[in-house]
Nanobody, 128 residues
């Protein structure tokens, strides 16, 4: 059974930083087609409109969306089975619920309808 548990969300002022964690159990990236990703959803968006932010592939390569490239950094700690999203230089438009995802149908980029496993999400609020 795959389980993804996000944590680390909260409130931060514009320009600040947060680090999100995603504790993973029951899933391991074993083949070249396996990957994990971070998405986010604003209140105005439906589940199927979640924004793809970044993906970590099984070979260690990482791809970022243009909206977060240079500000967000994905990393992993294999010993802790945890995926991280470090967010720097945050903006009010980064306010959203952030989700960890595993077993995407397409790597590196997949729409939110092409994901097999989701975490419960963690709220991030950036004030100006």
């Amino acid at each position: 059974q795959v389980r993804l548990v996000e944590s680390g969300g909260g409130s931060v002022q514009s320009g600040g930083s947060l680090r999100l964690s995603c504790e993973v159990s029951g899933y391991t990236m074993k083949t070249p087609s396996d990957c994990m990703a971070w998405y986010r959803q604003t209140p105005a968006q439906k589940r199927e409109e979640r924004e793809w932010l970044a993906v970590l592939e099984s070979d260690g390569s990482i791809t970022y969306a243009s909206s977060v490239k240079g500000r967000f950094t994905v990393s992993q700690d294999n010993a802790k089975n945890t995926l991280y999203l470090l967010m720097n230089s945050m903006k009010p438009e980064d306010t959203a619920i952030y989700y960890c995802a595993a077993d995407l149908w397409n790597c590196p980029v997949a729409t939110s309808t092409e994901v097999n496993y989701w975490g419960q999400g963690t709220q991030v609020t950036v004030s100006s």
